[in-house]
Nanobody
Framework: VQLQASGGGLVQAGGSLRLSCVIS????????MGWFRQAPGKEREFVGS????????ILADSVKGRFTISRDKAKNAGFLQMSSLLPEDTAIYYC????????????WGQGTQVTVSS
């Protein structure tokens, strides 16, 4: 099982970006997908996650009201929609996944850079 993230880029403060993460599995609904980010000199931070079966998502307090997480079963993909971006949202963003019977994220995609200019 592999994850492929895409969609990062450079955006001005207040702008929006959507990150995508495709998971290569025939059992998409068996997984939980998470989004994390790591800014330079900082520890990795949990952004949010979504149960790919029922589509229920949770978000970190730091992004609630600005970010949303969704999934498309037909595309085997999860999405992180980011709006009202702030310079402090600048980071490398990672998607990750774990089987719903597990609790630790064991599958990681490559990071995608998001840069928010002020």
């Amino acid at each position: 099982v592999q994850l492929q993230a895409s969609g990062g880029g450079l955006v001005q403060a207040g702008g929006s970006l959507r990150l995508s993460c495709v998971i290569s599995t025939r059992t998409f609904s068996n997984y939980v997908m998470g989004w994390f980010r790591q800014a330079p000199g900082k520890e990795r931070e949990f952004v949010g996650s979504i149960n790919l079966s029922v589509g229920r998502a949770i978000l970190a307090d730091s992004v609630k009201g600005r970010f949303t997480i969704s999934r498309d079963k037909a595309k085997n993909a999860g999405f992180l929609q980011m709006s009202s971006l702030l310079p402090e949202d600048t980071a490398i963003y990672y998607c990750a996944a774990h089987h719903r019977a597990q609790s630790e994220y064991s599958l990681w995609g490559q990071g995608t850079q998001v840069t928010v200019s002020s």
